[in-house]
């Protein structure tokens, strides 16, 4: 096999402990002998809860000469909460061991620019490759098995058991539920996310009447009993009375019949969505990427197509989808639907005239809304944020105040929108007609979705497993405020000219995919835009020289790579073809005696660090 740079792995520190280990703190030292793939994630992270599913079968595949440990590295302030990483660990079924990295110690010592980002070690303790973003499986089931291979041979290879100890399994009616829906008969339907069921409650929210889905992850149609799903979360009632599930993990739309708790599967193929793969047809045969909420708006379906930062919709008379709005690239940017940005969005709600999104990772609450003059129909605008870095509690009018990772919206019957402000464990509200944003309630648990009820709001407490009744307030809370930055180390970098270089070394087996054409892509693009005099926008290099403006110290470069290999098999007539990409939003200061390159690894080693 190819020759490797040797790299001894720093040792993993985090000042908030291990999960999943009984107890047990955890060294490089104790996993000598085994493959170790490490998953630097944090929970907000779309991409990070794809590559969670990616490596699932790799790890029960490998179980004895392969450990996964997640670093969880946190980009909000609440996800620097241990409490909030445990209930993150149980939430998404993470069974490997976790260490709490708080303060982004051992993201430091490996030099992580992104999340996610995989990073090898061998079992004598050496870095041998990093990838940054999705789509790595293949990759790293072909080094894994080359690493087993060569270190068996050298008897340095350790097979048994991992480390991982599995928490004690806590009894609750509901499991972090995601989004509920107030149905017809005044009973509510909750999506149990993390039981891959829907649950019916009763009028009281408490009293569970009848249970959708076996229980267990899967994509299976038929009966209430015997239907699977995989950590669903968005719920809507059609015209006709059909309930239609975001079915998250199966990247796919599931239909409900009320009457008989029949499931069907009614768009999505249960592959993920990936560039380059069509975004409109037959609603059966196109893939889909992590549907996190849906609703009923001008006569069709929107579904908040989190996995890709866009909002589509499905027509339920032909039976198609499309991508209605948004471009792929995450970011806050306004204007004709399909050239916005959006950032994970995770709720929706319909009024008349407009859509209400809650957009998670710009921490922001932005709208639809039709417009005659749009060659697209529809137009995106922001109504509270102002990008993918500042966050905080803050109320007042709307071009100061601030969420922080909002995932559900409520329309109100005054016209104002109430807010389950996530991370602030809040309800808020923002008012359109005088533009000011205030608090409803406080000490809620990660609310994330909230129904009006005769006047009532019911609230989904995710991290408390319940749904909580509140009495609209008729004055707001008084909440001292506060604001944040993302806290991630600026790189220095020297004024004039910067070398910008996306690594990407094609994995054993692969070649870059060169049939159609180019088969890498680049963005790039800056916050504030005068950042940047020269190189931003788009190409087909993975190197390009960046011009950055004089009298501009600091800012956000955003990058976005992508790159499709193929494997090298001459025998093989048609050989699968993989996509790697990656979304970098790397904070910049500009200093004399900066870097004058800044590489970022999509997947290799950076051979000139």
């Known amino acids: 096999m190819a020759t490797r740079a040797r790299v001894r792995a720093p040792e993993l520190i985090g000042k908030g402990g291990w999960i999943n280990t009984d107890g047990n703190d955890l060294t490089l030292a104790d996993l000598r002998g085994k493959c170790v793939v490490l998953d630097f994630w944090t929970f907000c992270c779309v991409n990070c809860l794809h590559v969670l599913d990616e490596l699932r079968e790799l790890e029960e595949k490998h179980r004895d000469t392969v450990v996964i440990v997640g670093v969880h590295s946190p980009k909000f302030v609440?996800?620097?909460?241990?409490?909030?990483?445990?209930?993150?660990?149980?939430?998404?079924?993470?069974?490997?061991?976790?260490?709490?990295?708080?303060?982004?110690?051992?993201?430091?010592?490996?030099?992580?620019?992104?999340?996610?980002?995989?990073?090898?070690?061998?079992?004598e303790g050496y870095v041998v490759a990093q990838h940054a973003g999705e789509g790595h499986a293949h990759a790293l089931e072909t080094l894994v098995a080359e690493l087993e291979a060569e270190h068996g041979a050298k008897g340095t290879l350790r097979r048994g058991d991992g480390p991982y100890v599995p928490p004690e399994p806590v009894a609750t009616e509901l499991r972090f539920p995601g989004k509920a829906l107030l149905l017809p008969g005044g009973t509510f339907l909750v999506?149990?996310?993390?039981?891959?069921?829907?649950?019916?409650?009763?009028?009281?929210?408490?009293?569970?009447?009848?249970?959708?889905?076996?229980?267990?992850?899967?994509l299976v149609d038929g009966p209430a009993d015997l239907a699977r799903f995989s950590e669903p979360q968005g719920l809507a009632l059609l015209p006709d009375g059909t309930v239609i599930v975001a079915d998250t993990v199966n990247h796919a739309l599931r239909s409900l019949d009320l009457a008989t708790g029949e499931v069907r599967t009614v768009a999505g193929t249960g592959r993920q969505w990936w560039q380059g793969s069509p975004a409109a047809g037959p609603a059966r045969e196109v893939d889909l990427s992590s549907p996190w909420d849906v609703a009923w708006f001008a006569d069709r379906l929107w579904i908040a197509m989190a996995g890709v930062h866009q909002l589509w919709t499905y027509d339920p008379a032909d039976g198609t989808v499309r991508a209605a709005a948004?471009?792929?690239?995450?970011?806050?940017?306004?204007?004709?639907?399909?050239?916005?940005?959006?950032?994970?969005?995770?709720?929706?709600?319909?009024?008349?005239?407009?859509?209400?999104?809650?957009?998670?990772?710009?921490?922001?609450?932005?709208?639809?809304?039709?417009d005659g003059d749009s060659e697209y129909g529809f137009v995106v605008r922001t109504a509270v944020g102002s990008g993918l870095f500042d966050f905080g509690h803050r109320d007042g009018h709307a071009d100061q105040a601030l969420f922080q990772h909002p995932l559900g919206v409520t329309a109100l019957p005054d016209g104002s929108v109430?807010?389950?402000?996530?991370?602030?464990?809040?309800?808020?509200?923002?008012?359109?007609?005088?533009?000011?944003?205030?608090?409803?309630?406080?000490?809620?648990?990660?609310?994330?979705?909230?129904?009006?009820?005769?006047?009532?709001?019911?609230?989904?407490?995710?991290?408390?497993?319940?749904?909580?009744?509140?009495?609209?307030?008729?004055?707001?809370?008084?909440?001292?405020?506060?604001?944040?930055?993302?806290?991630?180390?600026?790189?220095?970098?020297?004024?004039?000219?910067?070398?910008?270089?996306?690594v990407f070394q094609?994995?054993?087996?692969?070649?870059?995919?060169?049939?159609?054409?180019?088969?890498?892509?680049?963005?790039?693009?800056?916050?504030?835009?005068?950042?940047?005099?020269?190189?931003?926008?788009?190409?087909?290099?993975?190197?390009?020289?960046?011009?950055?403006?004089?009298?501009?110290?600091?800012?956000?470069?955003?990058?976005?790579?992508?790159?499709?290999?193929?494997?090298d098999d001459p025998l093989n007539e048609y050989p699968a073809c993989h996509v790697h990409q990656q979304d970098w939003g790397v904070p910049v200061r500009v200093a004399d005696g900066g870097a004058t390159r800044l590489p970022l690894v999509l997947a290799g080693m950076d051979e000139d660090a």
């Open 78 to 123: 609440h996800e620097a909460e241990h409490q909030a990483v445990v209930d993150a660990v149980e939430r998404y079924e993470v069974h490997h061991p976790v260490l709490d990295d708080p303060e982004l110690a051992t993201w430091k010592q490996y030099a992580v620019r992104a999340w996610p980002t995989l990073v090898v070690i061998d079992p």
């Open 191 to 218: 999506s149990d996310t993390t039981r891959h069921q829907l649950v019916e409650l009763a009028a009281d929210g408490e009293s569970v009447l009848r249970r959708i889905g076996a229980g267990e992850r899967g």
């Open 326 to 370: 948004g471009t792929t690239n995450e970011g806050l940017v306004d204007g004709e639907a399909a050239e916005a940005w959006f950032a994970q969005p995770s709720g929706l709600a319909a009024t008349e005239d407009r859509l209400w999104i809650a957009d998670s990772e710009t921490s922001a609450v932005r709208y639809v809304e039709r």
């Open 418 to 502: 109430a807010v389950s402000d996530t991370y602030n464990h809040a309800l808020r509200r923002f008012d359109p007609a005088s533009g000011e944003v205030s608090t409803l309630a406080t000490d809620l648990r990660e609310p994330s979705d909230a129904v009006l009820v005769d006047g009532d709001i019911v609230v989904v407490e995710s991290a408390r497993h319940k749904l909580t009744r509140l009495r609209l307030p008729e004055e707001a809370v008084r909440v001292a405020a506060v604001a944040h930055r993302t806290q991630r180390a600026a790189t220095e970098i020297a004024p004039g000219m910067l070398r910008l270089d996306v």
């Open 506 to 567: 094609a994995p054993a087996g692969q070649k870059l995919d060169t049939r159609y054409g180019p088969s890498t892509r680049l963005l790039v693009s800056s916050t504030p835009p005068e950042l940047l005099a020269g190189g931003e926008g788009a190409g087909t290099d993975l190197s390009r020289e960046l011009v950055l403006a004089g009298g501009v110290t600091e800012g956000v470069l955003h990058v976005s790579a992508m790159a499709a290999s193929c494997d």
